[in-house]
């Protein structure tokens, strides 16, 4: 990089290289007035959409968001106009929903990469959405027809719920002969109606109430449940203070996901929902008995979720103020109602929903791109952690068929339209919160009722004591015997443990870090193997489970090595993966990460705010994640970071010096007159040689007075405050199969034992698939013997060989406009210096 001053003359002037290495000046009077002033209009920024004049006409692409708006929606249209205008495309925005596509005119607006500038983080759609009759009429969609065959777009991505992508679809459908008729009544020419034969659409689903079947997740829906989450999690406090009872009405006229996960994520004593109505004929008996029993062990509040569509099992409606009287009538409970109302579509989306819409938009570009005349209109989905298209019209039928069924009263079909996990999810919340009236069909018979002991390992994340709450609880519904044990097995091996019991463990959904207490000591290797065994020998433990990141899997290596000279280890033994790394074999996701990114999307949002508030400048974030780039790349989508520095990559000069250039060109770009910030995500153990104060001194300095450089080390603020609900929901659903797994693992050699008359079954089970990983394996939970898993770990650097992320980190530079200034940079730079020359 050189410089030099010109102080001669009435501007200052600064040379330097632009990323295709030509000397640049930079003055501070507009260098190439031309230049800047296109890229501050709506035609878009050259640099970023320069198109070279032997391309072929660039596809037009449109994206509306219609039908109720949902948080994410603006990540969609970031990410669709991005991704298409990389590709080639012209990307416009159709403003108001339908109502935009039939109004035409300037509803119908081109995009270019910087009209989309710091969307992630808004919620809502900032394209506005509407409830359009006009559309809904053959003359209206006639009308929405002429006016993008007039601005010659010719494909639409509709982001909205089932109704919105139902009109898509009909539109498509009818396309040939609105094109027909226009071209009869002369309102297109015959030219453009044969450029304009066919037409695509693609569907992503915007829906806070995850209620679309073919999908496991739509883009808002968990966002929604933050904001549930937050709003019950306060009204606990209230409650416990005044010993009141709450009916909390939530969102979802047919579908009781909201509903169900709010019960599980914040701990509720009851959840009504349309697809499962109570099983009884009297379910106020059933409510009353199960609020007393709680209160009779000691809880001082009553929380009851309420979805706005919630029945029985006859179709009649159940309302918050029926169970408000019932409550206050029968149980004589000081009970409010609070409905929570437009608040839950509220708020800046949370890091789940910006990496989802991020990840769908780009793959409903490439769906745009692929598809042919004949192919029905795909609908994009994410099925087993993978994304993918469906057929969106089977989707829409499939989706109102969970209507139909429920109407049948054939509640079963409506609950197995639901994503995979709804059913296991229902399960799991009643064998969790509900204490059961030890009821023969939950209770084990008394020689199958285990000492199961519970603890944790490793730092602290989101979500460990909402695990061993269900674990314990679970537990003690199955008969078994709980036991928990504090500050992992340097605590063990002291015998500090106590039994766990119901209430003991209430609230604790909600409480961040650990609460028995965690360190890193794996046995074995920093506390004696021997004592470990003995303790386990000596409190007649038959099942141990561990919660923890990489020292968990280590610990459970050690113990199944050892179990060939400690009998009293062969016990069955899982793992609960939680670690906010998320760099357990087994799983696809460790409890913790979830609730990292958030903190991490909400660090990085203050300080963007910061950056972009003050002056031209790039925050160089330093995140967690040992070797695992897993933080960078996931919470670089969220936070629409330029660049990461990951283990998995390493970084290097070169890397730096292209950096430089790619910053020096964003910056020369931008508009002289606002500052703009940047960030960085680096991970901290990426490099000993490019430290976070190394890379952004580097930045300073090559930045010169284009842009300057900050540090934020975000530090254990990253295992976050409270958990997220998807951390806690995770917890629930895990703890439950880990207590499922110590019991198949050990129900023979039990059997066994009590036919023998054993008092304490020792060599109950040395099989190593009794030493395992229950991870999240897409919509599955499923159990890996560590010995399996071993092949596919690198130990030494604490974490799988594969990373299914790993796929997602060309799109942080991406869409960050790297690769951009390929030849369309090129050739406006030789425009320019053309230019110079005349
Ligand atoms: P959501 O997309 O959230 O389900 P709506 O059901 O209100 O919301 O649908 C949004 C818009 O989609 C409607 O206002 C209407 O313009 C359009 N739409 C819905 N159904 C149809 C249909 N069958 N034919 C044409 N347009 C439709």
Known sequence: ???????????????????????????????????????????????????????????????????????????????????????????????????????????????????????????????????????????????????????????????????????????????????????????????????????????????????????????????????????????????????????????????????????????????????????????????????????????????????????????????????????????????????????????????????????????????????????????????????????????????????????????????????????????????????????????????????????????????????????????????HHPILVFNGFSGLVRGTMEDATWIGVDGWTSHGGSELGTNRHVPGVDVDMGMVAYQIQKNKIQGLMVIGGFEAFSSLVELEKARKFYPSLCIPVCHLPATISNNVPGTDYSLGTDTSLNAIVTSCDAIGQSARSSRRRVFVVEVQGGKSGYLAVEGGIASSANTVYIPEEGISLSRLQSDVKHLLALYFDDDPDMSEGRIILRTEDVSDTYTTDVISNILKDEGHQLFDSRTAVLGHIQQGDTPSPLDRIRATRLAIRCIQFIEEHSSCALDKAHANNEAVPIELTNCEESVAVVGIWGADVRYNSTNSLLPITDMKNRKPRTAWWFEHRPLVDLLAGRGMFTPQAQKLFAEEKKQEKQ
């Open 1 to 479: 990089m050189q410089q030099q001053m010109d102080t001669a003359s009435e501007s200052e002037k600064l040379y330097a290289l632009d990323p295709l290495g030509n000397v640049l000046l930079f003055t501070s009077q507009l260098a190439f007035p031309g230049l800047l002033h296109e890229s501050s209009s709506r035609q878009g920024s050259p640099i970023l959409n320069g198109k070279a004049d032997n391309e072929p006409l660039p596809r037009k692409i449109a994206i509306l968001t219609s039908g109720g708006d949902a948080p994410g929606m603006n990540a969609c249209v970031r990410a669709v106009v991005r991704y298409g205008i990389s590709k080639g495309c012209e990307m416009y925005a159709i403003y108001e929903g339908y109502q935009g596509m039939v109004d035409g005119g300037d509803r119908i607006r081109k995009m270019d990469w910087k009209s989309v500038r710091g969307w992630m983080r808004v919620g809502g759609t900032s394209i506005g959405t509407a409830r359009c009759k006009a559309f809904q009429t053959a003359e209206g969609r006639i009308q929405g027809a002429e006016n993008l065959i007039k601005e010659g777009i010719d494909s639409i991505i509709v982001c909205g719920g089932d109704g919105s992508l139902t009109g898509a679809d009909v539109f498509r459908s009818e396309w040939p002969t609105h094109v027909e008729n226009l071209k009869k009544t002369n309102r297109i020419t015959e030219e453009e109606a044969e450029r304009h034969k066919h037409l695509t659409i693609v569907g992503l689903v915007g829906s806070i109430d995850n209620d679309m079947s073919s999908t496991d997740i739509t883009i808002g829906a968990v966002t929604s449940l933050h904001r549930i989450c937050e709003a019950v999690d306060s009204i606990n406090t209230t409650a416990m203070s005044h010993s009141r009872a709450f009916v909390v009405e939530v969102m979802g006229r047919h579908c009781g996901w909201l509903a169900l996960m709010a019960g599980i994520a914040t701990g509720a004593d009851f959840v009504f929902i349309p697809e499962r109505p109570p099983g009884e004929e009297d379910w106020r008996s059933r409510l009353c008995e199960v609020a007393q029993r709680h209160r009779q062990l000691g809880k001082r509040k009553t929380i009851i979720i309420v979805a706005e569509g919630a029945l029985d099992n006859s179709l009649k409606p159940i309302k918050s103020e029926e169970i408000k009287d019932i409550l206050t009538d029968r149980l004589g409970l000081d009970t409010r109602v609070t409905t929570l109302g437009h608040v839950q579509r509220g708020g800046s989306p949370c890091a789940a929903d910006r990496i989802l819409a991020t990840i769908q938009s780009v793959e409903a570009v490439r769906a745009v791109l692929t598809s042919k005349p004949d192919t029905p209109s795909p609908l994009i989905i994410s099925r087993n952690n993978q994304i993918m298209s469906t057929s969106l019209m089977k989707a829409v039928e499939l989706t109102h068929e969970v209507a139909k069924a429920i109407s049948e009263k054939n509640f079963a079909r409506a609950m197995e339209l639901r994503d995979p996990q709804f059913a296991e999810e229902f399960n799991a919340f009643t064998a969790s919160t509900i204490l059961d009236d030890c009821s023969d069909h939950i209770v084990l018979p008394k020689h199958q009722q285990m000492r199961v002991a519970i603890l944790h390992i490793g730092a602290p994340s989101g979500g460990m004591n909402a695990a061993t709450r269900t674990a314990v609880r679970y537990a003690l519904n199955r008969g």
